[in-house]
């Protein structure tokens, strides 16, 4: 058990929904990242927030948004899904924001799947 | 992006040492990581290697980074059957904020 927790586990929605994924990172941590793994794509990282704020950005879709709160837990918000959208989504969160070693610890995932 | 790869699939016997390779791009990568990820379960880091080391080893682990020609080779000794899963070889940098940049990863099957 890494100490990252996320929910749901499982998703079933369909194409035009929205939906938003949660995660909780570990105690102490102050960054979580969300990635994406899909078949075609593989192992994609889409952001990073740190202690709320924005901190690196990779292949996220204007369609997601994400965002961390004051208890810094992290939602995953996921507009207007398609078909392609269908994935496995990890949360990870580390102690710091990187510039050292900065290992990431991942959440157990949230399997969506968009009918 | 900046590219990682990696073959796609691995078998070997039980006993017998693991080597899975990948190659990558980005020059500036900071740190190479292998992680485990096994059916159904998330990530589990197995070992990471700062871009100024040559070998790390770890149990039965072993990391080898060329960085010249920008390659990362994990050897696993004795493999054994729960070993089976797949292995991700991934890097980060700066540039990217230290988020990890994966390759798609190497299925190991371990035969008895």
């Known amino acids: 058990d890494s100490g990252v927790t996320q929910t749901p586990k499982h998703l079933i929605t369909a194409t035009g929904q929205r939906v938003t994924l949660r995660c909780s990172p570990r105690?102490?941590?102050?960054?979580v990242y969300w990635y994406q793994q899909s078949l075609d794509q593989g192992l994609q990282f889409l952001i990073q927030y740190y202690n709320g704020e924005e901190r690196a950005k990779g292949n996220i879709l204007e369609r997601f948004s994400a965002q961390q709160f004051p208890d810094l837990h992290s939602e995953l918000n996921l507009s207007s899904l398609e078909l392609g959208d269908s994935a496995l989504y990890f949360c990870?969160?580390?102690?710091?924001?990187?510039?050292?070693?900065?290992?990431?610890?991942f959440g157990p995932g949230t399997r969506l799947t968009v009918l | 992006g900046e590219d990682v790869e990696q073959s796609l699939f691995l078998s070997v016997r039980e006993g017998d040492s693991s080597v899975i390779n990948c190659t990558y791009t980005d020059s500036s990568s900071t740190y190479l990581y292998w992680y485990k990820q096994e059916p159904g379960a998330g990530l589990q880091l197995l070992t990471y290697?700062?871009?100024?080391?040559d070998m790390k080893q770890d149990q039965r682990l072993t990391v080898l980074l060329n960085k010249k020609d920008k390659h990362l080779s994990l050897r696993i000794a004795d493999t054994q059957t729960g070993d089976s899963a797949i292995y991700f070889c991934?890097?980060?940098?700066?540039?990217?904020?230290?988020?990890?940049?994966f390759g798609k990863g190497t299925s190991l099957l371990v035969t008895p």
């Open positions: 990870a969160s580390s102690v710091g924001q990187g510039g050292s070693y900065n290992e990431q610890f």
């Open positions: 290697i700062f871009s100024n080391m």
């Open positions: 105690s102490g941590d102050l960054s």
């Open positions: 991934a890097e980060s940098s700066l540039g990217s904020g230290y988020a990890l940049n």
